[in-house]
């Protein structure tokens, strides 16, 4: 669980043959609630290519760092239907 922060330019307003891509990074707090709690940074790296204004796929790196120590990272393939 986790709220964050995130910095998605879109493309299109560079270059119209790039309209709907939008790469994004950013970061805040989360916490993992599994096992052994913890609270600690997460940062997300990633890209998202819209079909049209509200549908679209994205690729997703995430780090999640705990305050206590540790962490892992993640790569997420997903799709937005807003």
């Known amino acids: 669980m986790g709220g964050e922060v995130l910095f998605k330019p879109d493309l299109g307003?560079?270059?119209r043959?790039?309209?709907?891509i939008r790469p994004y990074?950013?970061?805040?707090?989360?916490a993992r609630?599994?096992?052994?709690s913890s609270v600690g940074v997460h940062l997300s790296l990633?890209?998202?290519v819209l079909f049209d204004p509200r549908t679209?796929?994205?690729?997703?790196?995430?780090?999640?760092y705990p305050f206590s120590g540790g962490g892992f990272s993640r790569v997420v393939?997903?799709?937005?239907l807003r």
């Not at 990074?25 to 989360?30: K, Q, T, V, Y």
């Open 33 to 36: 609630i599994a096992g052994a």
């Open 25 to 30: 990074f950013g970061g805040g707090l989360g």
């Open 56 to 64: 679209g796929v994205f690729l997703d790196g995430e780090y999640y």
């Open 13 to 15: 307003q560079l270059d």
């Open 46 to 48: 990633g890209a998202e």
């Open 77 to 80: 393939l997903g799709v937005n």
């Open 17 to 20: 043959d790039l309209r709907g």
